[in-house]
């Protein structure tokens, strides 16, 4: 009558899958993590990007500082980040915890930007704004007395990214269901389901779409080496989904698409055995190869792989192939996974320190046909975030854009970035000193590559308030043509997109 | 319909009378208004591993709450699984990756570590007499 062992046991799987452990007894005097963090916040203003937003979002109007709006780019820039990390003074171990604040910023011409911020009411967070406590296990927590978890999107934080698809908008996170959202009141919906038997599955926040519009993406079942694949079209409808095994339980967070490939790499923080909170069921592992993989769009059960170096990777700018099957891509990686495991745990102390700083880099691959393969570094400072013309997603191109930091710089990256993958020219913007920036969102205009704007919001933590800055994609240097500032400080966040007016 | 109800609960009364217990099983949180509880009753450690109910109920979803009866029974030690068959097709429907995608529940709304909840968590004491037991849905 009940479902057999070997499915319940399934319940593991995603990132949602921990059920669970007992917490930690609830009655301590005080949360050391959730008081360090205070004792913090006075003498370290970058820890902004790292506070709770109020539980009904924020709303406001941003000032102008400079500039004007750039004929032509109306739209609305959409962004997700962890916003919410503690209750009862209680408060979450890993950055990657926070419940998901989806934030969304009118552009209108002769208009001052409008913002709105609102948490993606999951389950999760309905359950747990209503009793006042945390009641479910996370990514890198265990809150205490939480209660355990009966179904696959009980820990959902849809958190990570958003997309819009055929007018939806949806708030993405890696272990489990894309949640709705109205994107004109960012008001949830509730979890999409792609069709029979795929309620629950982990649709990871890196989506790719095709030029055609054909959206692709996966979800990752690390306990059981296996990956579910996904094939979206671009009303939305699914076109296929289906799992494919042996796939290392090495974390992934994000891939490439080729015209004829989907490109997988599997770095070195690999999933050991089922532990809670789930981040700890990973462990460095250098003694392998990092694993690339590239399967077949059009037949699943076809694929090459190459062996790389030990590393470890969030983010993938974008890949190519060529027409003897030689794949090329670049990525921000890194020796080792010292912030996955060192640094998103120390900010959420209130503590920054060069050890634990991500150091990654952004490398070129070249995957030959029979497992050659050849890897150069750009080692003219650290870079996240790439983001490529997305127009020539699996297409041959030439520039990256990625936010950029340097050895020393503990207290987030604030450099805007444009990175020429074939001379390894930059055109480089630093903000100052105070300033934390995000991801630069491309948004294109004119028909070649790169001709458009990069649109990137930023904490500006000496005034305590979150900025938006427009920059020429193809002039980085030059810096934003406008920037406005809100009356307010929002979380750092993760990702974004854009709609067009 | 009526005699048939009416015997069976003298001899409920009768058998409790001898000893033997009840338990008036309150389910809530049940989110969607349709379908049936598909509710297993186990006396045993291996009973509960090896999936050898007791005794069975299916019962028709008509709110967000549902009372289940069990009994008469020997006192002792009993487990409930349950799981929500909203789309009446008589199994606990999982995705591509076996994860359950319809709602169930264990008595004493024991969670399962890497699997359905372990009998210490989810038995529970059953006293000659009637026994309330609460469970939910989350
Ligand atoms: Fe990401």
Not at chain 1, 25 to 51: H, I, K, M, N, S
Not at chain 1, 232 to 245: K, N, Q, T, Y
Not at chain 1, 432 to 455: H, K, N, Q, S, T
């Amino acid at each position: 009558m009940f479902a057999n062992r070997r499915e319940m046991i399934a319940l593991m799987t995603a990132a949602g899958g921990m059920a669970g452990l007992p917490g930690p007894a609830r009655a301590e005097p005080g949360d050391p993590v959730f008081e360090a963090f205070e004792a913090a916040r006075p003498e370290q203003p970058w820890t902004l990007g790292y506070a709770d937003a109020p539980a009904a979002g924020l709303d406001g109007v941003a000032q102008r500082l400079t500039g004007r709006l750039p004929e032509g780019l109306e739209g609305v820039l959409y962004r997700n980040g962890p916003g919410r990390f503690s209750r009862e003074n209680w408060r979450y171990r890993h950055w990657f915890d926070g419940d998901g604040l989806v934030q969304s910023w009118h552009l209108e011409a002769g208009e001052a930007p409008v913002h709105a911020a609102r948490f993606v009411e999951t389950r999760k967070w309905r359950r747990e704004e209503a009793a006042g406590r945390f009641l479910v296990p996370a990514f890198g927590s265990a809150p205490p007395d939480e209660e355990g978890l009966s179904g696959p999107d009980g820990m959902n934080a849809a958190n990570t990214s958003v997309m819009m698809l055929d007018g939806d908008l949806l708030a993405l996170w890696e272990g489990g269901s894309a949640w709705q959202l109205d994107p004109d009141t960012l008001q949830s919906d509730g979890p999409r389901v792609w069709g029979d038997g795929l309620a629950g599955l982990p649709f990871s926040a890196h989506p790719k779409v095709d030029p055609d519009g054909t959206v692709w993406n996966f979800g990752q079942d690390a306990a059981r080496n296996a990956l579910v694949l996904w094939q979206i079209a671009p009303d939305g409808s699914l076109r296929r989904a289906d799992m494919v095994g042996d796939v290392p339980g090495g974390m992934i967070h994000d891939f490439a698409v080729t015209e004829r490939s989907l490109v997988f790499l599997v770095g070195n923080l690999r999933f050991e055995r089922m532990r809670l909170p789930y981040l700890e069921s990973f462990r460095w592992d250098g003694s392998r190869p990092m694993r690339a993989i590239a399967i077949d769009k059009a037949d699943w059960s076809q694929r090459r792989t190459w062996d790389l170096p030990p590393g470890f990777l969030f983010h993938v700018g974008g890949a190519w192939e060529r027409t003897d099957g030689t794949i090329c891509l670049d990525a921000a990686m890194s020796g080792d996974a010292r912030f996955a495991i060192g640094g998103a745990y120390d900010v959420m102390r209130g503590v920054a320190r060069e050890e634990t700083v991500s150091q990654a880099r952004l490398h070129r691959l070249v995957l030959y046909p029979g497992g050659r393969s050849e890897q150069s570094v750009f080692d003219d400072g650290y870079a996240e975030f790439p983001q490529v013309d997305m127009r020539l997603t699996g297409l041959e191109r030439r520039y990256t854009w990625h936010v950029g930091w340097q050895p020393g710089q503990i207290q987030g990256p604030t450099d805007i970035v444009r990175r020429d993958l074939v001379s390894g020219a930059t055109q480089r913007f630093s903000h100052d000193a105070d300033v934390i920036v995000e991801e630069p969102l491309f948004v294109p205009a004119g028909p070649a590559e790169g001709e458009g704007w990069l649109v990137h919001t930023a904490l500006n933590t000496r005034a305590a308030a979150t900025e938006l800055h427009v920059l020429d994609a193809r002039n980085v240097g030059d810096g934003p043509v406008a920037s406005w500032r809100l009356p307010y400080a929002c979380p750092l966040g993760f990702h974004g997109c854009w709609r067009p007016a | 319909m009526i005699l048939p109800a009416f015997i069976l609960s003298a001899v409920l009364s009768s058998a409790m009378a001898d000893g033997t217990a009840s338990i008036t099983v309150t389910v809530d949180g049940i989110e969607i208004g349709s379908g049936h509880l598909v509710v297993g009753l186990y006396d045993s450690a291996e009973g509960w591993d090896g999936e050898t109910a007791i005794d069975g109920r299916r019962v028709a979803v008509t709110g967000d709450v549902a009372e289940i009866e069990f009994g008469p029974l020997p006192a002792g030690r009993y487990g409930i699984k349950m799981y929500h068959d909203v789309d009446d097709d008589g199994q606990l429907d999982t995705n591509l990756m076996g994860i359950p995608s319809e709602p169930f529940a264990f008595s004493n709304n024991a969670m399962g570590r890497f699997g359905p909840a372990a009998w210490p968590d989810a038995s529970f004491a059953v006293d000659a007499g009637e026994n309330a037991h609460a469970m939910s849905f989350r």
